[in-house]
């Protein structure tokens, strides 16, 4: 199993473009969480998603969007990309039914690492 | 309102014992977690406590006192790979997981 997966890895935006950043699990989790983290802030929850085409705005939800059409893909869009936005953004997910492990017991992917100038 | 405290950062020896503290504050409760994360990497899970009291995996023990709002790490044997951050966290209900900013541990020789 490769777990949580996030591509891609590193990039740099220009002020007001646009990119989507993708999150996959194959545990057949069904929550799955964006979160960003910066320096003295720690993980920030951007949005998450309780199962397949359900998402729910998180602690700092604006500037973000999210789709959720498959249970293995969570997607994070950045429609306008700010400096604000520059961050480490992490992919998350929990919860598969019928194991023994309590549902909030979250696995992390290897995170984005996203430069706004 | 939801809060969680723990120190910034904390020194200790190799082959020593260190214990990490975390208070928290929230309406709402149901588990207390410890993750840790190496600079650059993901998070990874270390514990989750439930009960009140000790729960021990190896080097690594988790204490938990859900009436103070208190828990701790305790890593015992330091090996020089254990530097990393130490990430308080507690579970509040609603699928959602409230971190703390983290501890910076350096191990030192």
């Known amino acids: 199993n490769a777990g949580v997966t996030q591509t891609p890895k590193f990039r740099v935006l220009k002020t007001g473009q646009s990119m989507t950043l993708l999150c996959a699990q194959d545990?057949?989790?069904?929550?799955m969480y964006w979160y960003r983290q910066d320096p003295g802030m720690g993980l920030r929850l951007i949005h998450y998603?309780?199962?397949?085409?359900?998402?729910a705005k998180g602690e700092v939800p604006d500037g973000y969007n999210v789709s959720r059409l498959k249970k293995q893909n969570f997607l994070l869009g950045l429609e306008s990309a700010a400096p604000s936005q520059t961050s480490v953004y992490f992919c998350?997910?929990?919860?598969?039914?019928?194991?023994?492990?309590?549902?909030?017991?979250?696995?992390f992917g290897p995170g984005t690492r996203l430069t706004v100038l | 309102g939801q809060n969680i405290d723990q120190p910034t950062e904390m020194t200790a020896t190799e082959g020593a014992i260190v214990q990490i503290n975390c208070t928290y504050q929230t309406s709402g409760f149901n588990g207390l977690f410890w993750y840790q994360q190496h600079a650059g990497e993901a998070p990874t899970f270390l514990s989750y406590?439930?009960?009140?009291g000790l729960e021990e995996k190896g080097r690594f023990s988790s204490f938990l006192s859900r009436s103070k709002g208190y828990s701790y790490l305790l890593l015992k044997e330091l090996q020089m790979k254990d530097s990393a951050s130490y990430l308080c966290?507690?579970?509040?209900?609603?699928?959602?997981?409230?971190f703390g900013t983290g501890t910076k541990l350096q191990v030192i020789p």
């Open positions: 966290a507690f579970s509040g209900g609603y699928q959602k997981v409230t």
């Open positions: 406590n439930v009960l009140d």
């Open positions: 998350a997910s929990s919860y598969s039914p019928g194991r023994r492990e309590t549902t909030d017991t979250q696995y």
């Open positions: 545990m057949n989790h069904e929550y």
């Open positions: 998603s309780v199962g397949e085409g359900t998402t």
